[in-house]
T-cell receptor
Framework: GEDVEQSLFLSVREGDSSVINCTYT??????LYWYKQEPGAGLQLLTY?????DMKQDQRLTVLLNKKDKHLSLRIADTQTGDSAIYFC???????????FGKGTRLSVIA | SAVISQKPSRDICQRGTSLTIQCQVD?????MFWYRQQPGQSLTLIAT?????????ESGFVIDKFPISRPNLTFSTLTVSNMSPEDSSIYLC???????????FGPGTRLTVL
């Protein structure tokens, strides 16, 4: 079945850039997502990218997709303490199929 | 975007009882889902809530344990039946947006079973 892998922890200094990486196994993945979960909260959709794109930028967030290597990354520029959270990568291969989630990367921002 | 609310936000229940969680979306949506997030874990899909018909359950989840209703395009309920401490989790409702590409989540219901 499909699998999505993420490193579990990342620690960065405030003001630096954070890069959270994700790999997936399903070559028919069509949509790839990044979600943010703050303590005690639900999941906030940050951004998503179609598999026919290789980059998407939205303010401080940049998503890079390497479809050949099945690798997705989320770069957060000028990381702030409010960015401390768990970031989940997810994929699906069509609009009506369920999302498959990674285990999440816990980002800690050091002031 | 779709705004999703859930009730209750949290509950503490006794073993053997049942709890019904309500999910309300602020607009009509095609797809609604229920997920479970066990402590410190990722999200696991329980089922897809189908409007006007039986839910579609994922492997390892059954209707007797997790009955789901979806009477219309904006509302769904999940019942956790005959609870045990292993059911202690966050239960999240989710729905796709108008284009079908975006998927949004409610704030979750934090359930503790004693």
């Amino acid at each position: 079945g499909e699998d999505v892998e993420q490193s579990l922890f990342l620690s960065v200094r405030e003001g630096d850039s954070s890069v959270i990486n994700c790999t997936y196994t399903d070559s028919s993945s069509t949509y790839l997502y990044w979600y943010k979960q703050e303590p005690g909260a639900g999941l906030q959709l940050l951004t998503y990218i179609f598999s026919n794109m290789d980059m998407k930028q939205d303010q401080r967030l940049t998503v890079l997709l390497n479809k050949k290597d099945k690798h997705l990354s989320l770069r957060i520029a000028d990381t702030q303490t409010g960015d401390s959270a768990i970031y989940f990568c997810a994929e699906r291969n069509s609009g009506n199929t369920p999302l498959v989630f990674g285990k999440g990367t816990r980002l800690s921002v050091i002031a | 975007s779709a705004v999703i609310s859930q009730k209750p936000s949290r509950d503490i229940c006794q073993r053997g009882t049942s709890l019904t969680i309500q999910c309300q979306v602020d607009s009509q949506v095609t797809m609604m889902f229920w997920y479970r997030q066990q402590p410190g874990q990722s999200l696991t899909l329980i089922a897809t809530a189908n409007q006007g018909s039986e839910a579609t359950y994922e492997s390892g989840f059954v209707i007797d344990k997790f009955p789901i209703s979806r009477p219309n395009l904006t509302f769904s309920t999940l019942t956790v039946s005959n609870m045990s401490p292993e059911d202690s989790s966050i239960y999240l409702c989710s729905a796709t947006g108008p284009t079908g590409n975006e998927q949004f989540f409610g704030p979750g219901t934090r359930l503790t079973v004693l």
